[in-house]
């Protein structure tokens, strides 16, 4: 695997991405600020991971929202 020095999501996984996200947010604000059912109606990780994993536009949505965070 090629290093990515300059890719802030390299080494990154979902899971560190959600966790991060839900800290800083909280689960209300992440409902909306990436309005998907998994964050608005009894979230988990467990079951926003499943989801996220399945769906590439969601996904995208989340790892935009954490670079923006971070940045």
Known sequence: MAE????????KTL??????LVDYYGWDELGFLVN???FNNNPSIKSSLTFL???????????DLY???IG
Request: proline share 10%; charged share 30%; aromatic share 6%.
């Open 53 to 63: 994993r399945k769906t590439p536009w969601a996904r995208k949505k989340v790892e």
């Open 4 to 11: 990515q020095p300059n890719n802030p999501l390299h080494g």
């Open 36 to 38: 998907i059912d998994c």
């Open 67 to 69: 670079l923006k965070s």
């Open 15 to 20: 899971l560190m991405i959600l966790e991060y």
